[in-house]
């Protein structure tokens, strides 16, 4: 790997990993739906810009209801998911919550037929998605003292409930892409997910609740959210991926909740031992998930553009 190519993944890490903290700060001022249709705007606003700049075609007007399946699956449901449920659950535990995408990914790949697993695969992959989900309940356990609304306990599951749904839904996002949108520029599916997610949310924040105040604090955080966290990054994503390997380009997946946990502990948020063991746990079960034989390596590499727009990942 070049050393551009590591700083890009170092730096696109970081801004994801940022975003779990820049939507809690958001959520401060703003209500779920507002902190998704924020960064929808400012994501799309330059997603487009580089759109008309690169000259990219649009897709047929068939693939408009995958287009909308995939933006709700992507971003109008997980962006609101993840701004609700961090109203009672820490940032940090909300960035390790979202590294299971994969594994719910992984499942409903299986489940609907996207993918076949050999023989030998088949107890790799029960060990590495039984060791994601002792993670998640290592997480869970790893509650502050006073999480939740009002310290209550209840408040707290209700948040993990919500960041479960958001990374199950990003999951079925990348399956649904993969099946549904094949052959389409990834930086056009990028614009048009983003776009159609806005208007599928616009109704629910002009008749929904709206804020009592907005102070600068809450604006940066959705305006870095969208043009950092839902614009360059999806930039700089599919850069990578077009420039490594995908097992390369998944490390990114790994460094989020580590970011996470950082930005989490500068923010001033208590990290106990059980979410750090939590998320080493995970961690693991993703690391047996992604291992592969040669041959398997190799037929990968070959299908390498196989997943046209992959989840975002915060």
């Not at 950092?228 to 909740?257: C, D, I, M, Q």
Request: aromatic residues 10%; charged residues 10%.
């Amino acid at each position: 790997m070049r050393f551009r190519d590591a700083l890009e993944m170092f730096l696109l890490s970081a801004v994801w990993g940022a975003s779990f903290i820049l939507i809690k700060l958001a959520g401060d001022d703003l209500p779920p739906v507002w902190v998704a249709l924020g960064r929808l705007t400012f994501g799309s606003l330059l997603l487009w810009a580089v759109l008309k700049l690169g000259r990219y075609p649009l897709p047929p007007l068939r693939l408009l209801g995958p287009l909308v399946a995939v933006a709700v699956l992507n971003n109008a449901l997980p962006f609101c998911f993840f701004a609700w449920g961090e109203r009672s659950v820490p940032s940090s535990i909300a960035a390790i919550l979202n590294a299971t995408t994969p594994i719910w990914g992984l499942i409903l790949g299986l489940a609907t037929g996207g993918m076949a697993l050999g023989a030998r695969s088949i107890g790799r992959t029960v060990a590495g998605v039984a060791l994601g989900f002792f993670g998640v309940l290592l997480v869970v356990y790893a509650r502050p003292a006073g999480a939740g609304a009002g310290g209550s306990g209840n408040g707290y599951l209700f948040g993990v409930i919500l960041i479960a749904i958001a990374a199950f839904s990003y999951g079925a996002g990348a399956v649904a892409a993969k099946r549904w949108l094949q052959g389409v520029e990834p930086v056009v599916i990028a614009t048009l997910q983003l776009t159609l997610a806005w208007l599928v949310l616009l109704p629910l924040g002009a008749f929904g609740p709206h804020p009592a105040a907005i102070h600068w604090k809450a604006l940066a955080a959705v305006t870095m959210l969208g043009v950092f966290g839902s614009g360059l990054a999806y930039l700089v994503y599919f850069r990578l991926l077009a420039n490594t390997s995908p097992t390369h380009t998944l490390a990114v997946t790994f460094l989020l909740p580590v970011w996470g946990l950082f930005w989490g502990f500068v923010a001033g948020e208590p990290i106990r031992w059980t979410a750090l063991a939590g998320m080493a746990v995970i961690l693991a079960g993703l690391v047996l998930l992604n291992l592969r034989t040669p041959a398997q390596r190799a037929n990968r590499n070959v299908a390498r553009a196989a997943d046209p727009c992959p989840a975002e990942q915060n």
